[in-house]
């Protein structure tokens, strides 16, 4: 189940790669005010993933009459009202493999640094301030694209096993 969840997730969830892919939201090339914008952008991408996770879940996995597609989300809000504690189990949980995503980008841009200091850039006026490699940038946004997808799916399929079984 998790592994149809997660497809179906790396695909609704395409515009988080984008934004990841797109050098002016994440690194040192771009201007403050549009790597914000674009900061916002993500952040907003990552919660909206997290909102329809769980009818994403319902659709290629249901289960039960509180599990259908069209019934998922208010599910889900039931949960929270009903079993608080449960339910912040599961946020807590998908927190946890989000910041072990955010990490596991950081690690990639340590073992692939995709930008550094250009050593010509006080002797030559033409020289960039930053040497800037696209290749290793675009393999720390995949690997954090991956990871936040298995976070999210993670957090639908545990949210699916309390709404189905009570646990």
């Known amino acids: 189940m998790f592994g149809r969840v997660y497809v179906a997730l790396l695909i609704v969830q395409l515009p988080l790669l984008a934004v990841l892919l797109t050098p002016q939201a994440r690194s040192r090339v771009s201007s403050e005010s549009v790597a914000g914008v674009l900061t ?17 879940c319902a659709r290629v996995a249901p289960g039960g009459a509180r599990w259908r597609a069209g019934s998922a989300l208010s599910t889900v809000r039931a949960l929270r009202r009903d079993d608080r504690r449960a339910y912040l189990r599961r946020l807590g949980e998908w927190a946890g493999i989000y910041v072990l995503a955010q990490c596991l980008g950081g690690l990639s841009a340590l073992v692939r640094p995709y930008i550094w200091d250009n ?4 002797t030559d006026p033409a020289a960039d301030r930053w040497v800037f490699h696209y290749g ?22 545990r949210l699916r096993q309390l709404a189905t079984d009570g646990r």
């Open 136 to 157: 290793n940038y675009a393999t720390q946004g995949v690997v954090i694209y991956l990871a936040v997808c298995a976070a999210t799916a993670w957090y639908a399929c």
């Open 119 to 122: 050593p010509r850039f006080g």
């Open 40 to 56: 916002v952008v993500l952040i907003g991408l990552v919660l909206a993933g997290l909102v329809v996770s769980p009818a994403v």
